[in-house]
């Protein structure tokens, strides 16, 4: 089992920047890869940000690229999303969650909700303009 926790989250103006947190317990060792979810009201979840454990090979969807950046510190067990240049479109919950499975479909696997098997409670980021 792995557990996930967030936080980080918060208000900002637009334009501003914001840094997540994700800190992994548990049985770390048995996950592949890791991910950030972002859920706004009445929208469904969607993948912003993706890495594989331990080789740093990241992965952004088109509305994040050149914005957000995800990162990890594999000691601490600790996945990042450090956002820039925030929009209020970019508001809503944002989840982490890990998979202990390896992808084996490709890189669109990624930013899509059946790929992950553990998931954090959320933490709420709100953009204003």
């Known amino acids: 089992q792995v557990q996930l926790v967030e936080s980080g989250g918060g208000s900002v103006q637009a334009g501003g920047s914001l840094r997540l947190s994700c800190a992994a317990s548990g049985y770390t060792a048995d996950t592949y890869y890791m991910g950030w979810f972002r859920q706004a009201p009445g929208k469904e979840r969607e993948g912003v940000a993706a890495?594989?454990?331990?080789?740093?090979?990241?992965y952004y969807s088109d509305s994040v690229k050149g914005r957000f950046t995800i990162s990890e510190d594999y000691a601490k067990s600790t996945v990042y999303l450090q956002m820039n240049s925030l929009k209020p479109e970019d508001s809503g919950i944002y989840y982490c969650a890990a998979s202990s499975s390896p992808n084996r479909r490709g890189d669109w696997w990624l930013f899509l909700r059946p790929a992950y098997n553990y998931w954090g409670q959320g933490t709420q980021v709100t953009v204003s303009s």
């Open positions: 890495i594989y454990n331990n080789v740093g090979a990241t």
